[in-house]
């Protein structure tokens, strides 16, 4: 007798988080730069472990930081802030689920963390198109 087996799987997605891709952003421009975490913690006026949680996509960077940061790499902030938006639409545009941070990705079972080098990838594009 055969019998049918169905698996009741659900569907899978790939998810990123806005920190983390602005996260990215901020340590792809300092490594254009040629600096290191160090330069950008004294400028901003924060640890080296803070710089390293910004970039991780741990930390949210508020107004101010993302004004500092700007500055630190000569740009507008509003500049700054659209490049971030233009790579979660990017993200976004390639299937990509991207949620506040990643508590909230981990509420989702089912979400797969889009790794850092898919990230840069995405940032790289909407940064090289700036220019």
């Known amino acids: ?25 901020v340590k792809r421009l300092r490594e254009q730069r040629q600096s290191d975490q160090k330069d950008l913690a004294d400028y901003l006026g924060v640890s080296v472990m803070t710089v390293s949680r910004i970039e991780a996509g741990d930390t949210v960077l508020d107004v101010p930081q993302l004004e500092r940061v700007a500055h630190f790499f000569d740009m507008d902030p509003v500049k700054l802030f659209e490049s971030s938006l233009k790579a979660k639409e990017n993200a976004e ?31 790289a594009a909407v ?3 700036r220019k």
């Open 1 to 25: 007798m055969i019998t049918d087996i169905r698996l009741n799987m659900q569907e899978q997605f790939i998810a990123t988080s806005y920190a983390s891709i602005l996260g990215q952003m």
């Open 93 to 123: 545009r390639q299937n990509y689920r991207v949620f506040q941070n990643k508590k909230e990705i981990n509420k989702h079972p089912n979400a797969a963390i889009l790794g850092a080098a898919a990230v840069l990838g995405i940032i």
């Open 127 to 129: 940064l090289l198109s």
